[in-house]
Nanobody
Framework: QVQLVQSGGGLVQAGGSLRLSCTASGNILSVNTMGWYRQAPGKERELVAAITNDGSTNYAEPVKGRFTISRDNAKKTAYLQMNSLKPEDTAVYLC????????????????????WGQGTQVTVSS
């Protein structure tokens, strides 16, 4: 069984920092792209940052220079370091692993597309 388990998040004052983690459990062979999305109340889900397996990164304009995405392939984990947080960063943050190869005892090697974590609340107070 493959799962993405998120940790981190919480309540922080404006200007503060938080770090989010997302770890894949199960017999994971590789993950092509690891990403972080967020969804604020009444708004659509939006990409925050993504990193490919060759280390290429992509950031949404509002978080450039403040957020840093990284990954540890051996630990099958993605991180999002969030600095200089603003009230407008308040949202539920979800990790996404795309094109994740894993092995299943009964089905052999499979590929999961757009696998989501459970989400974690980040609240930034002014």
């Amino acid at each position: 069984q493959v799962q993405l388990v998120q940790s981190g998040g919480g309540l922080v004052q404006a200007g503060g920092s938080l770090r989010l983690s997302c770890t894949a459990s199960g017999n994971i062979l590789s993950v092509n792209t690891m990403g972080w999305y967020r969804q604020a109340p009444g708004k659509e889900r939006e990409l925050v940052a993504a990193i490919t397996n060759d280390g290429s990164t992509n950031y949404a304009e509002p978080v450039k220079g403040r957020f840093t995405i990284s990954r540890d392939n051996a630990k099958k984990t993605a991180y999002l370091q969030m600095n200089s947080l603003k009230p407008e960063d308040t949202a539920v943050y979800l990790c996404n692993f795309d094109r994740m190869l894993f092995t299943d005892p009964s089905m052999g090697t499979r590929e999961a597309v757009n696998y989501w974590g459970q989400g974690t609340q980040v609240t930034v107070s002014s």
